[in-house]
C-alpha cells in the first residue's frame, strides 16, 4: 500500500471532526463535492490522523495496536482492508 499517496492526496478534502466521527468532503478546485462526503469511524479517525509522508504500514499497525488494545494480525488486516477501501471510495 502506497501510504505516501494517500497522504498526497489528503489535501483534496475538507476534513470536519463530528464527535468520535471524521467527516471527508472531496474539492474540486475550490468547491466542496457534498454529495461525495465520506464518514470515518473513531478507528479510521485515527487511521488517517497518522498518516504522514513518511509514515509505514508497520507504524500504522503498531499505532493501532497500542491505541485500541488489539493484537498485530488483526491490526494489521483492518488497517490494510481500511486503507484499500479508502483507496477505492476516494479515487486516491
Not at 37 to 48: A, Q
Not at 65 to 90: G, H, M, W, Y
Amino acid at each position: 500500500m502506497d501510504l505516501k499517496r494517500i497522504y498526497n492526496n489528503k489535501a483534496r478534502f475538507v476534513v470536519r471532526e463530528i464527535g468520535d466521527e471524521l467527516i471527508l468532503v472531496p474539492l474540486t478546485g475550490n468547491v466542496a463535492k457534498m454529495n461525495e462526503m465520506f464518514t470515518m469511524n473513531e478507528t479510521g479517525k485515527f487511521i488517517w490522523e497518522n498518516i504522514t509522508e513518511t509514515t509505514t504500514v508497520e507504524e500504522l499497525e503498531q499505532a493501532v495496536t497500542n491505541e485500541f488494545s488489539i493484537d498485530p494480525d488483526t491490526a494489521r488486516k483492518d488497517i490494510e482492508l481500511f486503507l484499500n477501501q479508502l483507496v477505492a471510495k476516494l479515487n486516491i
